[in-house]
């Protein structure tokens, strides 16, 4: 069965750079969910999109935005990159009125 | 505020045994939904089981089950028959039903099964 994908799977930049991670859900699910986890943390809520609208947000630093696209993909863009945002990033989606939120294999940020 | 709490930050477990992980939440909301998801030292989150609140049966998948107690607002998930490959770290996590259905997830619990 089709999965959530993710890319890059590993991305390494430097202080005050920026970076754009990508998430393909799985095909019919229209609910898309971003999550932070840092080093021994869990996953922190960012932002979730439904039906290519941004329907809540949480912890996201001003720095980072992002969207979701007419085919669904979203993309979580990051400016001004800064240690603190080393972490692994997830996405997660949904089916309409769906129950489970089936995770990415996450994006693995480090910066240097 | 919901809250999930899981207070076991280790276990260990001998293979083939059952194991109880623990998990309560605090919520004021009468509908929302519990999850347990599995993170093996790759770190990907592998979803588990999932009980709604107003679910009046314990939910199971294989040999995991869920022991939902709402009065006690405890929702632990239990492992049967534990395998090697059952050594991960695991995740309670609440979604209010009345919110943007994003999780809140505890600090998890590393599980390690012994050979």
């Known amino acids: 069965a089709a999965g959530v994908i993710q890319s890059p799977r590993h991305l390494i930049k430097e202080k005050r750079e920026t970076a754009t991670l990508k998430c393909y859900p799985i095909p019919r699910h229209d609910t898309v969910y971003w999550y932070q986890q840092g080093p021994g943390q869990d996953p922190q809520f960012l932002i979730s999109f439904y039906e290519k609208m941004q329907s809540d947000k949480g912890s996201i630093p001003d720095r980072f935005s992002a969207q979701q696209f007419s085919d669904y993909h979203s993309e979580l863009n990051m400016s001004s990159l800064e240690l603190g945002d080393s972490a692994l990033y997830f996405c997660a989606s949904s089916k309409p009125l769906g129950n489970e939120q089936f995770f990415g294999p996450g994006t693995r940020l480090t910066v240097l | 505020a919901q809250k999930i709490t899981q207070t076991q930050p280790g276990m260990f477990v001998q293979e083939k045994e059952a194991v109880t992980l623990d998990c309560t939440y605090d919520t004021s909301d009468q509908s929302y939904g519990l999850f347990w998801y599995k993170q093996p030292s790759s770190g990907e989150m592998i979803f588990l089981i999932y009980?709604?609140?107003?679910?009046?049966q314990n939910a199971t998948e294989g040999r995991y089950s869920l022991n939902f107690q709402k009065a006690r607002k405890s929702a632990n998930l239990v492992i049967s028959a534990s395998q090697l490959g059952d050594s991960a770290m695991y995740f309670c996590?609440?979604?209010?039903?009345?919110?943007?259905?994003?999780?809140?997830f505890g600090s998890g619990t590393r599980l390690l099964v012994r050979p």
């Open positions: 996590a609440m979604r209010e039903i009345d919110s943007s259905y994003k999780l809140i």
């Open positions: 009980q709604g609140s107003y679910d009046e």
